[in-house]
């Protein structure tokens, strides 16, 4: 029996290449970048699946360019930006994600960047290798408290809940701006976003990236914040305004950042931000633990060939595509 023809657009975990080498006819691209645009439309020509990874971005042209015999789609992460959904829904094309097994590594990671930024800690650490360490001092790279602060978190999905179970380890109150999302881990909703603002001493973003959070943190949402207040990202880089998070940063209007996150990625090591010292960035690595990517990769995988069987994917971003609700 033919194997059914899929294209991986770049190395994942063996937890995952594994099914798909053994349930596939797999091509499976050994670059460390992604593929070109122009290598992407010539490798997914006659294809039945794609795994493709959030650098990939999988339009109406991508899937045209595939022929009608795709099957299916499966995005290695569980935001799905770089896909247009609705050029997938239009012909029919299930598409999966990876939700759920991040959340614990990515809400790890945003509590690691709020406190490393309320600490200063990776300013502290090139402080310390530039030899400027001569002796204790009382008022040596002083930083902000966590308890009995605020923390202010914008979107209460899986990881702003995940987040908010940690906060309470600090002694951090914690409120949200999540319109329908119900309480949990003591967290208090706010009515608005300029009430969280206004409330904050931290504030982390959870949301998706779509029209209405694109460029949403911009000067204006930005003079609202407190005076030594932290923002920290780990949803998507094109939620900020960085050119106005540099302003923000360097006339003090908040006290630092700490960004999983930027615009474009990678970022260019000429972006004014990487000049600041109450800048943190960090390579979009909050999946980035051994068993989450493994489990991402296996997911990826399974909603992979299932849509190869015709099955239900696990994770599918637009069940609308199953007219028949099997
Ligand atoms: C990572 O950013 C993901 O969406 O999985």
Known sequence: MTKPKVFV???IRDAGLDLVREFCDAEIWQDDLPPTREVLL???????????????????????VAGPQLKVVSNHAVGFDNIVVPDATARGIPVGNTPGILTDATADLA???LLAAARRVSEAERYLRAGKWKTWSASML???????????L????????????????????????????????????VSSLDELLHQSDFVSVHTPLNQSTRQMVNAEFLAKMK?????????????????????????SQIFAA??????????????????????????HIGSASEKTRDDM???????????LKGERLPHCINPEVYTDNK
């Not at 923002?231 to 998070?245: K, Y």
């Not at 700490?258 to 390579?283: F, G, H, K, R, Y």
């Open 9 to 11: 657009t770049r190395i």
């Open 42 to 64: 010539e490798k997914v020509r006659g294809l039945d699946g794609l795994l493709c990874l959030l650098t990939d971005r999988i339009d109406g042209e991508v899937l045209d």
């Open 297 to 307: 990769a296996r997911l990826a995988a399974n909603n992979l060939i299932a849509g």
């Open 227 to 251: 005076p030594n207040a932290v923002f920290v990202n780990t949803s998507r880089g094109q939620v900020v305004d960085q050119e106005a998070l540099y302003q923000a940063l360097t006339s």
């Open 154 to 189: 914008v979107g209460f999905g899986r990881i702003g809940r995940a987040v908010a179970k940690r906060a309470a380890g600090f002694g951090l109150r914690v409120i949200y701006f999540s319109p329908n999302a119900t309480p949990e881990f003591g967290a208090t909703p």
């Open 142 to 152: 002083l930083g902000v408290d966590l308890a009995g602060k605020t923390l202010g």
């Open 258 to 283: 700490a960004l999983d996150v930027t615009d474009p990625e990678p970022l260019p090591m000429t972006s004014p931000l990487l000049t600041l010292e109450n800048c943190l960035i960090v390579p």
């Open 111 to 113: 509590f690691a960047l």
